[in-house]
């Protein structure tokens, strides 16, 4: 079986003879080729941003591309007289993507040369195969999530929020509650099960074990009464986060098995982590439970294990821990905590399900 390509994140435009009909400077009423409008909409709605590197004159393609209803689709656009390549290689870094994750459309052999031969892992395609695109497999995930279809406005949100946050001179914590955040955790429902897999096999700094959780595993546990799949999604006055971070849950007696933290990378500096683990920690307190994490140390996921340090997990052995079976995965590691009641979060609001109440009938129900 052939391996599935790289997915593409970001399409960079060329503009004069890719987009558009003509050279810009020579003809201001340049009109766009057949099929490009509905090109870029089909590929935005998929969750591909879009932006641009062209050698024009700002103004006046910034203007055309606004007459022409094309300018609020494209992120980060640069317009100019530099070289191509470190045009796209400067979008891929405001993005933070991987030079693999972006491409490149341009009319002219020798742009995608140059672009080939300066960031080679940038893939770069004929403007003649602009129409074919939305054909293509690296342009077309298998799943589109109710936050890839807004990527682009989560994206431009983030942009005014981050120029905002540069403007404000006070403390952290007091730009935080400029933003008027709500993190809404709830409990995870079929439409949302393409995200949670999502977050449990792409996110590696904010990941406990990176254990993946395949499709059919997340449904079977949707319905199984022992197991919570929880989702946590975030907004604020500029516009949506998406969902940003997964739990998974199974709850014992006197025993609350975290198997499964994830947040995303995006809103770490909200410190949406802390505000996850102690809602968690709260809950498991007004059910006189413990609680267990699972966590796998990496390279990559040192800002999880402060975050369960901070919140005062350790290694303390604990006879509670007899219920559980082997962890789910090699070197994967429990820590243990004796859940105290917690205060709630400062810097945002918080629209939560009641655990313990649910775990309270559970056990009512048990007894007969």
């Not at 546990?221 to 989702?231: A, F, K, M, N, R």
Request: net charge negative; hydrophobic share 40%.
């Amino acid at each position: 079986m052939a391996e599935k390509p790289t997915l593409v994140k970001c399409l960079v435009w060329d503009l004069d003879n890719t987009v558009w009909d003509g050279t810009l400077l020579e003809d201001p009423t340049v009109e766009l080729f057949p099929g490009i409008h509905d090109t870029i909409v089909e590929l935005d709605s998929r969750g591909v941003l879009h932006s641009v590197s062209s050698k024009n004159d700002h103004d006046l393609a910034w203007k055309r591309l606004e007459d022409l209803g094309l300018a609020e689709y494209f992120v980060h656009p640069q317009i100019g007289w530099g070289r191509k390549s470190d045009a796209v290689r400067l979008i891929a870094e405001r993005l933070n993507f991987a030079e693999t994750a972006v491409a490149f459309i341009d009319d002219l052999p020798t742009e995608r040369a140059e672009v080939n031969y300066h960031a080679p892992d940038i893939r770069c395609y004929p403007a003649e195969r602009a129409a074919e695109l939305t054909a293509l497999p690296e342009f077309s995930p298998e799943i589109v999530t109710v936050d890839a279809r807004r990527r682009r406005e989560m994206y431009q949100a983030s942009f005014r929020r981050d120029a905002e946050k540069d403007t404000f001179s006070g403390p952290d914590e007091e730009f935080l509650r400029t933003l008027d955040l709500v993190m809404e955790i709830k409990r995870a429902d079929q439409e949302d099960i393409s995200r949670v897999e999502e977050l449990t096999l792409r996110t590696s700094q904010m990941n406990a074990t990176g254990v993946h959780y395949s499709d059919a595993a997340l449904r079977a546990l949707l319905v199984d009464p022992d197991h919570e799949v929880l989702t946590v999604n975030l907004t604020d006055r500029f516009g949506p986060h998406g969902a940003v971070g997964v739990l998974l849950l199974e709850r014992h007696a006197d025993l609350w098995h975290l198997k499964l933290l994830a947040t995303s990378c995006r809103v770490v500096t909200f410190g949406a982590g802390a505000v996850i683990l102690n809602w968690l920690i709260d809950q498991a307190a007004r059910s006189g439970a413990h609680l267990v994490a699972d966590f796998r140390r990496t390279e990559r996921n040192r800002m999880m294990d402060i975050a369960y340090r901070f919140a005062g997990f350790a290694d303390d052995p604990c006879a509670c821990q007899a219920v559980l079976g082997e962890p789910a995965g090699e070197g994967v590691q429990r820590l243990h905590l004796v859940a105290d009641r917690r205060e709630g979060p400062t810097t945002m609001r918080l629209d939560s399900p009641e655990l313990a109440a649910a775990a309270s009938e559970k056990d009512a129900a048990a007894r007969g």
